[in-house]
């Protein structure tokens, strides 16, 4: 399996490392740095601003980054031998895409600071880019991982789940877990007089469909490595799903990896819950 980690001088990228070396035995492990050094990356910025020393600075900022990913490296466990790392300058999102592209990982872990959805938009979010960007799967480090043992698995549609499972299967984390499958049956709008009657009739059939789902998933899943569990909500996929998050030390979602106008009508599940979980978050593509 292989793995990119960014990494940068938070908690939450340290915690990235190491959770990923809690969940998986990766062959191939990437060290991702950015050194950011905004207007002033362009030396001809730099010698307009009439700024001394640059290239000191410059080599100082590089040299200060590298030493970074020599404490990141002594994290990862020492039977771990191919670890590679990259140190550039650039925008930190930019920088992770284009060393992701270059290695093309099974997963790419990025730490996230919890900003909300509004300081995201204003502020930006190097883990909202990544996970909007890249095509492999992505792990979003929140708290620190203790151990591994009860894993929320939530399933949204019958793609999603054989997605699911074949990630599972074909990545088992490294310690046995307790996989809870869960699926949620939107509440619809009720506003609308034409679609009210139908109503029972479209909950009796959602629920029947979701439970299926959800059992079905469980049922593939159930052995050796998980002890699977299934269970059906009905509400906001993403409020429930985020509280559920609380009793779990890792959240499994799938990824429809909707772009531009659709994103924007339709939402993003796995969006919407890297905000809410209370836990880190696997967005399986």
């Given at each position: 399996m292989r793995i990119v980690v960014a990494v940068d001088w938070s908690e939450p990228a340290f915690n990235a490392v190491q959770e990923v070396c809690k969940l998986y035995e990766p062959k191939e492990l990437t060290l991702v740095h950015a050194v950011d050094l905004g207007i002033l990356e362009s030396p001809v910025m730099a010698q307009a601003m009439n700024l001394q020393g640059y290239d000191d600075f410059r080599k100082g900022m590089l040299?200060?980054?590298?030493?970074?990913?020599?404490?990141?490296?002594?994290?990862?466990?020492?039977?771990?031998?191919?670890?590679?790392?990259?140190c550039e300058l650039g925008?930190?999102?930019q920088v992770v895409l284009d060393a992701v592209k270059a290695a093309a990982p099974d997963l790419v872990a990025?730490?996230?600071?919890?900003?909300?959805?509004?300081?995201e938009l204003t502020l930006g979010s190097v883990?909202?880019?990544?996970?909007?960007?890249?095509?492999?799967?992505?792990?979003?480090?929140?708290?620190?991982?203790?151990t591994?043992?009860?894993?929320?698995?939530?399933?949204?549609?019958?793609?999603?789940?054989?997605r699911l499972r074949d990630w599972l299967h074909t990545h088992p984390f490294i310690t046995p877990v307790d996989l809870a499958v869960i699926s949620v049956v939107p509440t619809p709008y009720a506003g609308d007089p034409v679609a009210f009657p139908y109503f029972p009739l479209w909950d009796e059939t959602a629920t029947t469909f979701a439970k299926d789902l959800a059992?079905?998933?469980?049922?593939?899943?159930?052995?050796t490595r998980y002890r699977a569990s299934h269970q059906v909500f009905q509400g906001h996929p993403a409020?429930?799903?985020?509280?559920?998050?609380?009793?779990?030390?890792?959240?499994?979602?799938?990824?429809?990896a909707r772009q531009g106008l659709d994103r924007f009508l339709l939402g993003s599940v796995s969006h919407a819950v890297s905000h809410r979980a209370a836990c880190s978050v696997l967005v399986v593509r």
């Open positions: 040299d200060a980054g590298r030493q970074l990913m020599d404490q990141t490296a002594k994290m990862v466990p020492s039977q771990l031998t191919s670890v590679k790392r990259i925008r930190p999102a990025v730490g996230s600071r919890g900003r909300g959805r509004m300081a883990s909202h880019r990544i996970l909007q960007h890249v095509s492999c799967s992505t792990l979003i480090a929140k708290r620190p991982l203790k591994l043992r009860k894993v929320l698995v939530a399933v949204e549609g019958p793609e999603d789940s054989t059992r079905n998933l469980a049922q593939s899943l159930d052995g409020d429930i799903i985020g509280r559920e998050s609380a009793n779990a030390d890792l959240l499994v979602v799938g990824s429809h």
